[in-house]
């Protein structure tokens, strides 16, 4: 069953002469548990195609559906509570509080959203004890390396439970070792707890983790590749794929 | 922001035209783009900074032989003033906030839906977001880490200004059941008994 999909998704910036077209039809379905990685040169629209997924921004035609709901009807009171409950972001820079501490961090948001204190630090330290943080659940960021941190961040884009985590750009900031690590994460958030990940990358060798690359160019989807097995030789593949594209 | 130290900063390095100087401004902080210094700007600023005695000028002869062009250069002063701004801290200006400014005055005067303003402020910062990380890869990261420095900068600003933008959507409702910072009013004599102060939303007139 699709989590999420698109139907001629397009959206327009300006009008008349001066009009861009950042997405042309885009239709794309995601499943259940799918780790999808959006590629493709600067200004081939995966931004924008992340914004009107995550309901940041209003299509100019075609639309999102979510869950069997059409983002276009609904009200923005819906649409917030929709993202909060469906959607966990998750970005370049981890922005911890840097005087909470790791659990603190992790289950801020739904503290926030009014759950009991108690409940909200067990259930971010079960996201924190998954991704190997149960000894650190009293560090502060300071405390913790680059990928420790992302990996909080993760947790707490997950305490909420969404069912769609929306990634820009994840590794961004990382050392090669420790983006591998969060991207295998990701993986791992979609193949063990059924999540589905929807992810912005330039990287090839951050998007072979995923099970199926969707590749943007000039607001169009040009080719989709599903990566069968893990092995070295598929970010070598995407690599090739988008010098081809013109990156 | 001390566009005054950074002239004297950039005399420090060698004596420049005011055409120069402008131009490796605008080179330091990316393009004019960013920050547009006119050249008026330029031009008091470094008139005030040789009034104060903080650079000397000497006029060139020009290729032409004419008109003759203003070369810039530092003096002792000058470079002790410019120790001075070296030995102190910057302090950021996060509190000038304009969005801030707009939810609170859309909130009380109920000419905006405090939802629509986080979510349309939202998507503008996520557009600036990828504007910022594409401007960041196209920078060579061999020759020009510094503007990468920058645009990291930018970034995690921006990511940060986002997470505040989700805090403050969860907890609106609780602002808007609390009065609203107002100022105090001094009153001549002696204050009126029983005096709450201002709620939001503003009682109804009767």
Known sequence: ?????????????????????????????????????????????????????????????????????????????????????????????????????????????????????????????????????????????????????????????????????????????????????????????????GRTVIMVTHDPRIAAYADRIIFLKDGKVIDETILEKKNGKNADLLAGKMKEIGD | MSVRHTILGLLAHKPRHGYELRAAFEALVGGDRNWDLKPAQIYTTLDRLEDAGLVACTSDLGEGQEPSRRIYALTPPGKAALQEWYAEGVSPDHQRDEFFLKLLTGMVSGEADPARLIQTQRAHLFRELHAATTLRDSYDPHTEMAQILLLDKVTMHLEADLRWLEMTELRLDEVKGQPLPEPEIRRRGRPPKGDKGSTYPPPKPT
């Open chain 1, 1 to 193: 069953m699709s989590l999420i999909h698109t139907e001629n998704l397009t959206k327009i910036y300006g009008s008349g002469e001066t009009a861009v077209t950042a997405l042309d039809h885009v239709s794309i379905k995601v499943k259940e548990g799918e780790f999808v990685a959006v590629m493709g040169p600067s200004g081939c629209g995966k931004s924008t195609l992340l914004h009107l997924l995550g309901g940041l921004d209003s299509s100019s035609a075609g639309k999102v559906v979510i869950d069997g709901t059409s983002l276009a009807e609904m009200k923005d009171d819906d649409l917030t509570k929709l993202r909060r409950q469906k959607i966990g972001f998750v970005f370049q820079f981890y922005n911890l509080i840097p005087v909470l501490t790791a659990v603190e961090n992790a289950s801020l948001p739904i503290t926030l959203d009014g759950v009991r204190p108690a409940e909200a630090r067990k259930r971010a330290a079960e996201w924190l004890e998954r991704f190997e943080l149960g000894e650190r659940l009293n560090n502060r960021p300071d405390q913790l390396s680059g990928g420790q941190q992302q990996r909080v961040a993760v947790a707490r884009a997950l305490v909420a439970e969404p069912a769609l985590i929306l990634a820009d750009e994840p590794t961004g900031n990382l050392d090669t070792r420790s983006g591998d690590e969060i991207a295998s994460l990701l993986r791992e958030v979609t193949k063990k707890y």
